[in-house]
């Protein structure tokens, strides 16, 4: 993916090591605030561990997955990735820019790489927050899914989305 610029403050590049860590702080605040009105403290706090070793092992998942960086000046306000050329495993926006568009640009840019990676379709397992904001980009629940983290169960949704109706 090549670095692209996206209205007057707004850029989509590739993260880098050095983005590694505010992106893993990102997440952990994002799934504590955006997220709490769906899931319990004990759901967030396992699915978002604090700490060095957890931001060390996300930090390493978004590099290995070459995941996608959003950035309103230089702060990155959201990330995204593919794990494969068909899942969108990841997908967080700094709560301060929910509802601007992050998460819309980084959903259209990773399903183009998806598309590029010879994928048909693209699935997610969304969580019960983002649900709609899937439904809103034509993702269709395909089943309710139950994750474990840390012995705490979390609902989410597998949910998947046809690339070649965007054509």
Not at 41 to 68: F, I, N
Request: net charge negative.
């Amino acid at each position: 993916m090549c670095e692209k610029n996206v209205g007057p403050a707004l850029r989509l590049a590739p993260l880098s090591s050095r983005d590694a860590a505010a992106a893993a702080e990102l997440f952990r605040e994002t799934v504590h605030a955006v997220n709490a009105r769906d899931y319990t403290s004990e759901q967030l706090d396992a699915w978002a561990p604090g700490g060095a070793v957890p931001a060390h092992r996300l930090a390493e998942l978004l590099l290995r997955q070459g995941a996608l960086g959003a950035w309103d000046g230089s702060a990155l306000v959201g990330f995204g990735s593919l794990e494969g050329a068909d899942l969108l495993d990841m997908l967080f926006v700094h709560r301060d820019h929910q509802g601007r568009g992050v998460a819309r640009l980084l959903a259209g840019a990773l399903e183009r790489d998806a598309r590029d990676r010879g994928a048909h379709a693209v699935r997610t397992f969304a969580s019960i927050t983002a649900r709609p904001f899937f439904e809103l980009q034509g993702y269709v629940v395909l089943c309710e899914n139950v994750a474990v983290r840390a012995g705490m169960q979390l609902t989410n949704f597998l949910m998947v989305k046809d690339l070649h109706l965007e054509r």
